[in-house]
């Protein structure tokens, strides 16, 4: 058993080794037989603490950047979810086409200029968690 989890290991080192300091499309070593990984779709999910005091302040700052990131072609969804428990504790969670959709919205004035709208609004720094969707399957 632990000779099998072993060369497990050792295969997927290997494997990570291979491919993962290399960007999508590069082609570091010359040749012309790389896998090219997909254009995945992307997800953030984004945890933030709001001041009590602040929540309807941070609410209102949010319905720009939420109306403005859904118009953006790369975006699928972009949503804002408040925790019925605690209102303080809320969650974006957006998904886009892929990451040059994610690249956009981070270049974009809106996206600059929430982050300083809302940093006396918030307890700490949002906690920030970029996902890429391997594949999608119907069911």
């Known amino acids: 058993m632990k000779t099998k989890v ?3 290991l050792f295969s997927l080192a290997l494997i990570s080794s291979s491919y993962g300091s290399k960007k999508t499309g ?5 040749t012309d037989n790389l896998i090219q990984a997909p254009d995945y779709g992307m997800m953030i999910v984004a945890k933030l603490t709001v001041k009590p005091e602040k929540v309807k302040a941070f609410t209102e700052a949010a319905k720009e950047i939420i109306e403005k990131s859904n118009k953006e072609p790369g975006c699928k969804s972009y949503q804002l979810y408040q925790d019925p428990y605690d209102n303080t504790k809320f969650v974006f969670v957006e998904e886009y086409k892929n990451q040059a959709a994610i690249d956009a919205h981070f270049a974009s004035d809106y996206f600059k200029a929430f982050g300083p709208k809302i940093s006396d609004l918030v307890v700490d720094p949002a906690k920030i968690k970029i996902i890429s969707v391997a594949k999608e399957e119907d069911k």
């Open 6 to 8: 072993l060369v497990l």
């Open 26 to 30: 590069e082609n570091t070593k010359g």
